[in-house]
Nanobody, 117 residues
Framework: EVQLVQSGGGLVQTGGSLRLSCEASGFAFGTYVMTWVRQAPGKGPEWVSTINNDEGGSIYYTDSVKGRFTISRDNAKNTLYVQMTSLKPEDTAVYYC?????????GGQGTQVTVAS
């Protein structure tokens, strides 16, 4: 079965840290571009970060998380991560991982991150 199963998230105080995981199964994870997207209450989806499937694993972040979030992937474990530090209340959102190639886009089930002020 093709799926992305997310874990991690929860409630954290401002300044705290969390790590989200996204475990892939049923497809060639290493060949896909992986992305984290979030959706805050009452707002549209916001792109957070992407890690490419090239040899260098090119990485990109939205400006608001640069220096605080670190995306990574372990192709041997078919898992995508995002380490989130110095969390702010404005980071509160449902976070989704997605996998994309030229023919396919797959999404995880979402995980709630709540940052208390």
């Amino acid at each position: 079965e093709v799926q992305l199963v997310q874990s991690g998230g929860g409630l954290v105080q401002t300044g705290g840290s969390l790590r989200l995981s996204c475990e892939a199964s049923g497809f060639a994870f290493g060949t896909y571009v992986m992305t984290w997207v979030r959706q805050a209450p009452g707002k549209g989806p916001e792109w957070v970060s992407t890690i490419n499937n090239d040899e260098g694993g090119s990485i990109y972040y939205t400006d608001s998380v640069k220096g605080r979030f670190t995306i990574s992937r372990d192709n041997a474990k078919n898992t995508l991560y995002v380490q989130m530090t110095s969390l702010k209340p404005e980071d509160t959102a449902v976070y989704y991982c997605s996998a994309m190639n030229a023919w396919d886009t797959l999404g995880g089930q979402g995980t709630q991150v709540t940052v208390a002020s």
